[in-house]
């Protein structure tokens, strides 16, 4: 569709937009301790309907990653959608979710490699959650074969301070109620 008017949905995505730190924690495998990764991230706009969330961070390990995300709203099939790639793997990540009724938590769900049993697919699921306007949360979860899913990464993402001279930007200037 070409010429779209941005919806609520469109306008609850500009909350991301900004310049962010992050602190994941994560553990691959079960019964191995928590790895701590430090890193940041750019979040921009794409015109009015599209966010562009590019990130740099260590890696557990050691090394560096790249990552990058897109995050839009189709308001015809009423679903948020995505991509995310990086540069430790070759997979694209393909998103598909929704957002909660309180407008703070955005549930993103895709199909990747199953980093247990090489050649399988697993379902994943990556949660965005906002706690304040500077503060949001990642978590990322596979579904195991018992039919639970299984957080395996926590990220807090913190907004960087603006120096005087930035507007201050609230989630005010980016969201209307979806309701």
């Not at 301790?33 to 599209?50: I, M």
């Not at 969330?53 to 009423?78: F, H, I, S, V, W």
Request: hydrophobic content about 35%; charged content about 25%.
């Amino acid at each position: 569709m070409m010429n779209v008017e941005p919806q609520a949905e469109h306008r609850w995505l500009q909350k991301l937009v900004g310049e962010w730190t992050s602190e994941a924690e994560m553990s691959m495998e079960p019964g191995k301790p928590q790895e701590k990764c430090l890193g940041s991230e750019t979040v921009r706009k794409l015109g009015d309907l599209w966010v562009l969330c590019e990130g740099r961070g260590d890696m557990p390990g050691g090394g560096t990653a790249n990552m990058l995300m897109t995050l839009g709203y189709d308001p015809q099939k009423k679903r948020f959608v995505g991509t995310w790639v990086g540069s430790m793997m070759t997979w694209l990540w393909v998103y598909d979710g929704s957002l909660d009724a309180a407008q703070k938590v955005l549930t993103l769900s895709s199909e990747g490699p199953d980093f247990k049993v090489e050649g399988k697919l697993a379902k994943y699921r990556d949660v965005i959650e906002f706690k304040n306007d500077n503060h949001r949360v990642l978590t990322s979860h596979v579904l195991g074969e018992d039919g639970k899913w299984n957080q395996f990464m926590t990220s807090h993402y913190r907004r960087k301070e603006q120096s005087a001279a930035e507007p201050k930007r609230t989630a005010e200037h980016a969201i209307h109620d979806l309701g």
